[in-house]
């Protein structure tokens, strides 16, 4: 008898089609889904800070605004780059530590 038996484990896997993937690779593919959702919100800020110089008509509190957004969308994208670097780096080591590929 299968230790999974007496819990009833294996009909319910039956059922439900958990799959089999390795967690960290499903870890892995949500950081950088979620990575590059961020990535393309900064992007289109970036795009709306130019929108937004460009509207400006010359009045400097509006070119003042529209660079503060600019800046901030620049940092925010070194910001996502870096952590996507860090979590590659750490995640491709973690896999290959653990499975020896």
């Known amino acids: 008898m299968n ?14 089609d958990l799959g089999s993937r390795d967690p960290r690779l499903i870890a892995t593919d ?3 889904t979620s990575l590059g959702f ?12 130019g929108f937004k110089w460009m ?22 994208l070194v910001i996502i780059f870096t952590a996507w ?5 750490v995640l491709t080591n973690l896999v290959a530590a653990t499975t020896g590929q």
């Open 38 to 49: 961020l990535g393309i919100i900064t992007v289109v800020m970036l795009l709306w800070g």
């Open 85 to 89: 670097s860090v979590a590659d780096f």
């Open 30 to 32: 949500l950081i950088n």
């Open 55 to 76: 509207l400006a008509g010359g009045r400097e509190e509006k070119v003042a605004e529209a660079k503060r957004t600019i800046i901030s969308c620049i940092v925010g």
């Open 3 to 16: 230790k999974f038996e007496f819990f009833g484990i294996d009909a319910v896997e039956k059922y439900l």
